[in-house]
């Protein structure tokens, strides 16, 4: 089972800043097979991001994620107030599905 | 748009079962595979159980193989999650997901499960 670890846990920011987010793999993931949810409190997880960089649909382009092998990054150039809340990353392989542990983005 | 609409949570005694079901509307339910993923109070997200969009194939968690199982119902759009031997650990907001990408692209609001004696 391929392990997700998410860094850093807690981003302190403010609105107008940028925020880079982290997912490292245990094994390589297949650039296709990775995606960036956030979650606000008391909400259902959203997806932002597929295959790596893809945006969702009506997602803004602030949002935008790279990397490929074990290293993942969701990066938000210019963090807006409905952003904060808590990201994830989420790997598909082997007919398993795992997420990372999530990072907290909150208003510094 | 796409709609999904869980009930079936509430408070179970452990070693009892429970039966969740997932309304879909707002596209051809069919023809994609659905999910099952859960988040326990405070903690993160984890993935559950999937079947494909005829229901022939299913995979589980480790957690929950053997005590859990996916269907569905393409006559009636409704996705099924059955639980038994639940436990403390099972407790969770059990939601239901459309898989586009392999991903989540969209999400039902969740239904709460609490197991407790």
């Known amino acids: 089972e391929i392990v997700l670890t998410q860094s850093p846990g807690t981003l302190s920011l403010s609105p107008g800043e940028r925020a880079t987010l982290s997912c490292r793999a245990s094994?390589?993931?297949?650039?296709?097979?990775l995606a960036w949810y956030h979650q606000k409190p008391g909400q259902a997880p959203r997806l932002l991001i597929y295959a790596a960089s893809s945006r969702a649909t009506g997602i803004p382009d602030r949002f935008s994620g790279s990397g490929s092998g074990t290293d993942f990054t969701l990066t938000i150039s210019r963090l807006e107030p409905e952003d904060f809340a808590v990201y994830y990353c989420?790997?598909?392989?082997?007919?398993?599905?795992?997420f990372g542990q999530g990072t907290k983005v909150e208003i510094k | 748009q796409v709609q999904l609409v869980e009930s079936g949570g509430g408070v179970v005694q452990p070693g009892r079962s429970l039966r969740l079901s997932c309304a879909a509307s707002g596209f051809t339910f069919s023809s994609y595979s659905m999910h099952w993923v859960r988040q326990a109070p405070g903690k993160g997200l984890e993935w559950v159980a999937v079947?494909?969009?005829?229901?022939?194939?299913?995979d589980y968690a480790d957690s929950v193989k053997g005590r859990f199982t996916i269907s569905r119902d393409n006559s009636k759009n409704t996705l099924y999650l059955q639980m038994n031997s639940l436990s403390a650990e099972d407790t969770a907001v059990y939601y239901c997901?459309?898989?586009?990408?392999?991903?989540?692209?969209?999400w039902g609001q969740g239904t709460l499960v609490t197991v407790s004696s």
């Open positions: 094994q390589s993931v297949s650039s296709n097979y």
């Open positions: 989420q790997q598909y392989g082997s007919s398993l599905w795992t």
């Open positions: 997901a459309k898989e586009e990408f392999a991903c989540f692209a969209s």
């Open positions: 079947i494909t969009y005829d229901g022939s194939n299913r």
